[in-house]
């Protein structure tokens, strides 16, 4: 079933994002007695953490874990997570807890989506994390997912562009997401609101089961592409923004392992390195090539590309396929490409939240500090 929303949605219409400063790439050790802050994005190929502390615009990295568990592996065909898939994400987190507990984290969120929205033993495998490993995760809606996304990278958005199509390109599905500049013109005052956004039940996991990864033929390659973009444009919610993009004043902003391997490709990294990636500007044409590119050379030389390896090499051409049915749908010219996104919008979603009580209660405490004055005034006679 494909999920749909858009900018009636009050609850994605209300958010107006604004650039925050770039996250620091050097992950150095917080300051004592700092708050801490913890992120985990469990989807339905990656287990990834992130330990992070607040700065004055926007947080510092300190500490980070990724690990490709495949826990969505079969779930398209079976309907259910299988035991090896658990035991391997079970395994993730254990790390990812002994990092937390070592980092001594204040405040901590924990996401699932696809794979554990879409498996009948979803629920009671998050039942499961929280005996095993003291984790308590959250089941997220498409459009949580979404918004998340978008929050997390929306700091790369063009300040001098009008619009933006954002797409994360996850295991089980894809999240769309379409922003617009409401006010400013740059990067210092530039403001963007989410517009319209849909998901579509395709990812790189399910898209290899469906179609096929390891050995896609050019045609097999180009009924994906075909699928992809009709899936896309079944969505109108966001049509009124195609002049913005035919008129160049739109580009396309992904945050995906899918993405970020045509970046490293791109830029002949012998090994992928974060800073090198995130960030970058890739030309629509280039990207489309490079995906050709990988499709052709087949599944032993993909698992030779040091941006890719042996536990990508089936996944990055269903992959490359999603993000060209994107841009048949919807063409541009540029893709900004941003190797951040969930945990990023968790982390900083952790700390808006955190730093708005803190001004409840100083505006609280200063209320009772005043009444307390009036109190002991002298009545006036």
Not at 175 to 198: H, M, Q, R
Not at 307 to 319: F, H, K, N, S, T
Request: hydrophobic fraction near 40%; glycine fraction near 8%.
């Amino acid at each position: 079933m494909r999920v749909e929303r858009n900018q009636s949605d009050q609850a994605l219409k209300a958010d107006e994002i604004k650039p925050e400063k770039r996250i620091e790439k050097d992950w150095l050790p917080s300051p004592p007695f700092s708050r801490r802050y913890a992120a985990i994005d469990l989807g339905t190929n990656n287990c990834r953490l992130l330990i992070a502390v607040p700065q004055k615009d926007g947080f510092r990295v300190v500490d980070a874990f990724s690990r490709i568990v495949r826990l969505g592996e079969g779930v398209s065909q079976t309907g259910m997570l299988s035991d090896a898939a658990m035991d391997r994400t079970i395994e993730a987190l254990t790390i990812c807890r002994e990092k937390i507990e070592s980092r001594r984290v204040t405040a901590i969120r924990c996401i699932a989506t696809q794979a554990c929205r879409g498996a009948g033993n979803g629920g009671a495998f998050l039942e499961r994390i929280k005996k095993e490993t003291n984790l308590d995760f959250e089941l997220i809606t498409t459009e949580q997912e979404a918004a998340l996304a978008v929050r997390g990278c929306m700091d790369l958005t063009d300040p001098k562009a009008d619009a933006a199509l954002v797409f994360d390109i996850g295991g089980g599905s894809t999240e769309i997401s379409w922003v617009v500049k409401k006010s400013g013109d740059d990067i210092t005052n530039a403001v963007f609101k989410l517009e319209a956004w849909t998901s579509i039940p395709i990812g790189v996991v399910t898209a290899s089961e469906r179609f096929g990864g390891a050995h896609l033929t050019r045609e097999e390659y180009e009924n994906t592409v075909d699928t992809i973009a009709l899936e896309v444009t079944r969505f109108t919610g966001a049509d009124h923004l195609k002049p913005l993009f035919e008129s160049g004043r739109g580009h396309l902003l992904g945050t995906s392992g899918t993405v970020t391997s045509l970046a490293g490709v791109h830029l002949g990294l012998k090994k992928y390195i974060r800073k090198e990636v995130d960030g970058i500007w890739l030309a629509s044409e280039r990207a489309l090539s490079i995906s050709e590119k990988l499709r052709a050379m087949g599944f032993d030389a993909r698992q030779k590309e040091p941006c890719i390896g042996p536990e990508r090499a089936d996944l990055v051409v269903p992959g490359c396929a999603i993000l060209e049915g994107i841009l048949k749908a919807w063409p541009a010219s540029r893709i900004r490409v941003a190797d951040r996104g969930l945990r990023e919008g968790i982390l900083a979603e952790l700390i808006a939240s955190d730093r708005h009580r803190k001004r409840r209660r100083r505006r609280s405490r200063g209320r009772s500090a005043d009444d307390q004055a009036r109190g002991n005034q002298p009545a006036k006679e």
